[in-house]
């Protein structure tokens, strides 16, 4: 009977629809003018887990919140595309800067149907993305790694690398002694 059940609601297109429902409206939170308003939201209704003193600035795109953790003292730039399909893990004290994109999932170009693939995303403490990084799937950033503006990661990055390009390659090191704490005074961004 249940299986009958799922059969007519994938019919009459109520599981896109759903799906559908929920993405607008993550649009739609993603610019609510209160970075404390879109943490609430994102943590109470949504699932996403966001630690103390982190801020999601205004324009983020979320793809499913409910498998993304972010440490404390993050700081998620404007118009950031962070997707939670196959996990996404930031760490403590990571700036992204503006339009930082990180993919959990991608199409095969090789596949004859054209399927998904993809995995997991994991973003160490203190790592700096700066402007328009993008970030694809089953990619490990290690601790104090630095990503230069507009550079593809494409594979992992060792811990205190400063990497750049097309795809990313190392172009330096960072210091190993960090002691900051990231912290956005503004509520309104």
């Known amino acids: 009977m249940k299986s009958a ?5 994938r019919k009459l297109g109520i599981p ?40 999601i600035h205004h324009g983020a795109k979320i793809r499913a919140p409910w498998k993304i953790e972010i440490g404390r003292n993050t700081i998620i730039g404007d118009c950031a595309i962070l997707d939670g399909r196959n996990g996404l893990f930031i760490g403590n004290n990571v700036n992204f800067s503006t339009g930082v994109w990180v993919w959990t999932m991608q199409h095969d170009m090789n596949s004859p149907d054209f399927s998904a693939s993809g995995g997991p995303v994991k973003i160490e403490d203190y790592v700096w993305a700066s402007c328009r990084v993008t970030i694809l799937p089953n990619v490990i950033i290690g601790k104090g790694a630095v990503l230069a503006a507009n550079s593809v990661v494409t594979k992992d990055v060792l811990p205190f690398i400063v990497a750049g390009g097309i795809p990313a390659k190392k172009i330096g090191e960072r210091s190993r002694d960090l002691k900051y704490t990231l912290r956005s005074k503004a509520p309104f961004i």
């Open 16 to 55: 896109q629809f759903f799906s559908g429902f929920v993405q607008y409206t993550l649009i739609i939170v993603g610019y609510i003018p209160s970075s404390f308003l879109r943490k609430i939201i994102y943590k109470f209704l949504f699932g996403m887990k966001i630690g103390r003193y982190s801020t």
């Open 5 to 9: 059940l799922k059969k007519i609601l």
